[in-house]
């Protein structure tokens, strides 16, 4: 089945820099890569996700890359807010199959 | 537009004791899965379920686990004999339809919490 791997589990930025987290999946089938936002007792949110038919996708300061070959793809966020401290889950599925989550990134940034 | 919805945000249970979560995804949306998460882990895939159907229950534990999606009402996850490795955030997700990937939409959760 498939596995995803996500690192670093921590990442401490200052207010404006920019954050990059990065997950690679095993399973070569896998075709949709979502990543989501949680927030401390709160629910995870989609803030983007991208599909193997694409390359790279953006949303603002978010951005997300992929690479099928590797089997990787990344999240990156650019200009960082302390509003964008949180878990960020990268997630890997095929058409009709549940998401497989990575363990998560904590992202902190100080002002 | 509401959201995907889960009742009760939390749920204080005795060891033995049975835990009711229920779901109702978000209008127009047929597919539900459940997902657990651990404290400061990640989510975990249980049962993924369709109206009257389910798809895939290779997360759901074998025992005491189990899970319905009717063709009126909610999707309830049932746990029964309650142990307290049970307490965990119970997430259901819902997406509007298959044959393409699908962006899934989370709830607010259910804190089941076993003493």
């Known amino acids: 089945g498939e596995n995803v791997e996500q690192h670093p589990s921590t990442l401490s930025v200052q207010e404006g820099d920019s954050a990059v987290i990065k997950c690679t999946y095993s399973d070569s089938a896998s075709n949709y890569f979502p990543w989501y936002k949680q927030e401390l007792g709160k629910r995870p949110q989609l803030i983007i996700d991208?599909?193997?038919?694409?390359g790279e996708k953006k949303d603002q300061r978010i951005a997300v890359t992929l690479n099928k070959t590797a089997k990787h793809f990344s999240l990156h966020i650019t200009e960082t807010q302390p509003e964008d401290s949180a878990v960020y889950f990268c997630a890997a599925s095929q058409a009709g199959t549940a998401l497989i989550f990575g363990k998560g990134t904590t992202l902190s940034v100080s002002s | 537009n509401a959201g995907v919805m889960q009742n009760p945000r939390h749920l204080v249970r005795r060891r033995g004791q049975e835990a009711r979560l229920r779901c109702s995804p978000m209008?127009?949306?047929?597919?539900v899965y459940w997902y657990r998460q651990l404290p400061e882990e990640g989510l975990k895939f249980m049962v993924y379920l369709q109206k009257e159907n389910i798809i895939d229950e290779s997360g759901m534990p074998k025992e005491r686990f189990s899970a319905e999606f009717p063709k009126e009402g909610p999707s309830i996850l049932r746990i029964q004999q309650v142990v307290r490795g049970d307490s965990a955030a119970y997430f259901c997700a819902s997406s509007l339809r298959d044959g393409r990937p699908e962006a899934q939409y989370f709830g607010p959760g259910t804190r089941l919490l076993v003493l």
């Open positions: 991208i599909r193997s038919n694409v």
């Open positions: 209008k127009g949306h047929s597919h």
